[in-house]
């Protein structure tokens, strides 16, 4: 099955590496998205990487497919939850991705798949 997907990037390796993989395996790339810490280097996240975000426009460009952004508005939770997440009111970080992935999923409805180079990260 194949798929047409939006790829986070986060301007390191393993985003790159995981948006090459897919289309090697025959998944089409919608676009590329990224979440970026307004005014920091590098934020306190566990989730978002943000060294690296300002060349991400770039790797858009380079793929050819159309490119989106927003800041991280929410702070860093530490969570108890484990690999299962439930909304929060707390101004929790992983919110923005959810509100992210559902303008993209607006703009962009063709959309099946969200592609992340988190591989082996549990949060």
């Not at 999923?105 to 591989?119: L, N, R, T, Y």
């Amino acid at each position: 099955m194949k798929f047409k997907f939006v790829s986070l990037i986060s301007g390191g390796k393993d985003s790159v590496f995981n948006t090459m993989k897919c289309v090697a395996h025959g998944h089409e790339l919608i676009c590329v998205a990224n979440l970026y810490s307004q005014g920091q280097k590098e934020s306190d996240s566990y989730m978002y990487q943000t060294v690296g975000t300002e060349i991400v426009e770039y790797v858009a460009k380079c793929l050819d497919v159309p490119f989106h952004r927003r800041e991280i508005k929410g702070v860093a939770m530490a969570s108890e939850e484990g690999i299962f997440y439930s909304k929060t009111d707390d101004n929790d970080e992983v919110e923005d991705l959810f509100e992210f992935l559902k303008e993209i999923k607006e703009k962009h409805p063709e959309v099946q798949a969200v592609a992340s180079g988190a591989i082996f990260s549990n949060y």
